[in-house]
Every structure is written in C-alpha cells, then in structure tokens.
C-alpha cells in the first residue's frame, strides 16, 4: 500500500522511518509546508515527495499519516477524508471541542476510519495492566495512579496553541483509563502550579498539575503532570485492586532513585517519549496498516479522542474555577 505523511518534523520523522520499514507499506509520500524539508527527508530515505497537498491526495494513496503542527490538524484530517481516505492523525484531531464535535460528524458522514494516535494503547506495559483488570486478576479495582513528567519544557512559542497542560500533556493519561480500565470518568477535580518559568503564568498555563479522577464505578484515580522533571521521561501507571496491584513504567531506564540505598534503576535515563515508546509507535502504525487494509477497525476512535478531550476541559474548568466538575458539565 502506499501511504502518505504530512508533516516532517520529529515525529513526521520518525513516523517516516517507520512506515518505510513495515511489510505492508509499498511506498511513502512525504508532503511538508516546507517543502525543502520535506524534500530532503524524502532524498535521505528514499521515499517520494510531494510539493503540495493536492498532489500528494492526488498521488494513488491508501491512507494518510498526518503529523503536521496541531493548528493544521482539523484541515488536513478533513482533507484527507474528502479524498476518501483513511486517516491516522496525531492528537487532537482539531483544536477545540466544537470543531472536534464538527469534525467527526463530517468523519462520519464520509463513512472514512480515523485513529488518534494515542500511542500508550500499543505499549506492552500498558496492554498487559488491561489485560490483568479484564482477566479478573487484580480483584475488583479501587486505586489508579498515572503520572506523566516530560525532563524539561516546552519553548514558550508552544504553549499558546498547546491547549494547556491537561488537554496537551494530562490527556495521554485520561485516554490510558479509560483504555485500560473500561470504565468512563464521570467527575474531575484537579489543580496546578507554577513554580518555573514566568511564561506559564503569561499563557495562562500550569507547569505542574494534579488530577484527582473518579470512574463510573467509584474507582479513583490520581494523575500527576510536569514540565520540569530534571531526572529524566518518566510515565507510569499503577493499578491496584483487591487482588493485588500491577505496574507499568518501572523500566531499567525508568528516572528513579530509592532511599533505602539501592541505585537507580538504570543509567541512562528516558530522554523523552520516542525513547519511551518507540516499540509502541511502530505498533501503531502497523495498526493503522491494517485499518487502511480493511482487516481491522480503528483501535482508537474520533470519539476516544473526544472522551479524552472532554475530561481534559472539565480538569481545565476545576482547575479555573477550583471545585470539582462532571465530565457531562464540561462537554455542555
């Protein structure tokens, strides 16, 4: 099949070299605003290249890889899908709820899959902690705790169309309850602090946030969030239950040391979520390969990313106005 792939920044990247390395995937077109950039990559690895995006729809494609900047994503996705083809998109798929909610009626519509690229669903870790609360093993659930730490932050030019630390940073973390749980998150209170740099305060964002969640069966979850873990990428989730407790993150590279003597786990610590994930993200693209092939349907949904964006606004909300807040409030 041939796919094509819009945006070569990072993960444009890297989303690049990995489709070029699945067995399903013929040829790649790459396609770039920057053309020059998108050229390039294509000449590096052998891949073709198309300068706008008319040819690249153009150009005999089975499904389209969107990784462009967020602010384009909603344009590209309904683009791709009125070419009628299928689309992985990275999150979010449009930059506020009433346009999410637009999109994926259009999405509906034109009958075309989407995935999200909510790339911790394809982590081996994060399968098996699913995998243990269906089986049963851990009892019946009542405690969750996520946390999320990128080692440094983001420029300031990022925050403003970032959409703030829960939609941009938290969300990963809302849509991995849901995922490994089953469960809905029905209310949300959360807070948030600044204790770095002046320019969160000046985007009227937080550097560091805490969520506390609650699922449709009483379980309750804690999520943690930071842009300022100096020791390294640290994600991790621990589900515990009646029957025991299993968890996700505690890798030989994990950004832990112990005060009861030991070292840290490893010595060179996660330096940022390609190094966490890559094996995830390969398996997710070859997901979306199969979605293309019509062998599997999308195993993450326009309306996951939308469950995930709608628990993010109602953590934003509590965080604003300091009070705990439904889930069903925030998407009114």
């Known amino acids: 099949m041939r796919i094509g792939l819009i945006g070569t920044g990072r993960i444009g990247t890297f989303h690049a070299e990995t489709l070029i390395g699945l067995p399903a995937v013929t040829r790649v077109v790459l396609h770039d605003a920057l053309a020059r950039q998108a050229h390039e990559l294509a000449v590096k690895l052998g891949a073709?290249?198309?300068?706008?995006?008319?040819?690249?729809?153009?150009?005999g494609l089975d499904g389209v890889v969107i990784a462009a900047p967020t602010a384009a994503h909603a344009d590209l996705v309904r683009a791709a899908a009125g070419a009628g083809l299928p689309v992985f998109c990275e999150k979010p798929i449009a930059g506020t709820l009433g346009e999410t909610r637009t999109l994926l009626g259009e999405l509906d519509r034109a009958g075309v899959p989407l995935q999200v690229g909510f790339q911790r669903r394809f982590d081996a870790g994060y399968t098996a902690l699913r995998d243990a609360v269906a089986s049963g093993e851990l009892g019946w659930i009542h405690t969750i705790r996520a946390c999320t730490a990128d080692p440094a932050p983001p420029p300031a030019g990022y925050l403003p169309a970032s959409g703030g630390i829960?939609?941009?940073?938290?969300?990963?973390?809302?849509?991995?309850?849901?995922?490994?749980?089953?469960r809905e998150i029905v209310e949300v209170s959360a807070t948030g602090s600044n204790r770095g740099e002046a320019y969160f305060?000046?985007?009227?964002?937080?550097?560091?946030?805490?969520?506390?969640?609650?699922?449709?069966?009483?379980?309750?979850?804690?999520?943690?969030?930071?842009?300022?873990?100096?020791?390294?990428?640290?994600?991790?989730?621990?589900?515990?239950?009646?029957?025991?407790?299993?968890?996700?993150?505690?890798?030989?590279?994990a950004p832990l040391r112990f005060t009861e003597g030991g070292p840290r786990l490893g010595p060179v610590a996660h330096d940022g979520f390609l190094s966490r994930f890559?094996?995830?993200?390969?398996?997710?693209?070859?997901?979306?390969?199969?979605?293309?092939?019509?062998?599997?349907?999308?195993?993450?949904?326009?309306?996951?990313?939308?469950?995930?964006?709608?628990?993010?606004?109602?953590?934003?909300?509590?965080?604003?106005?300091?009070?705990?807040?439904?889930?069903?409030?925030?998407?009114?």
Not at 48 to 59: F, T, V
Not at 298 to 319: F, H, I, K, Q, R
């Open 278 to 332: 890559r094996d995830a993200y390969v398996a997710e693209l070859t997901a979306f390969t199969e979605v293309v092939a019509g062998h599997r349907p999308s195993p993450c949904t326009g309306d996951d990313a939308l469950a995930a964006l709608l628990v993010a606004e109602a953590a934003d909300l509590s965080c604003r106005t300091g009070r705990p807040v439904r889930v069903e409030e925030a998407g009114r």
């Open 201 to 253: 305060t000046e985007a009227g964002d937080v550097d560091t946030a805490a969520t506390v969640l609650t699922l449709d069966d009483g379980t309750l979850v804690t999520c943690t969030a930071t842009r300022y873990n100096g020791a390294g990428y640290d994600v991790r989730m621990e589900v515990a239950g009646s029957g025991g407790t299993l968890a996700t993150g505690l890798d030989p590279r």
């Open 166 to 182: 829960f939609r941009d940073c938290a969300v990963h973390d809302f849509d991995s309850v849901r995922w490994v749980t089953g």
């Open 48 to 59: 073709d290249h198309a300068p706008g995006l008319d040819r690249l729809l153009d150009s």
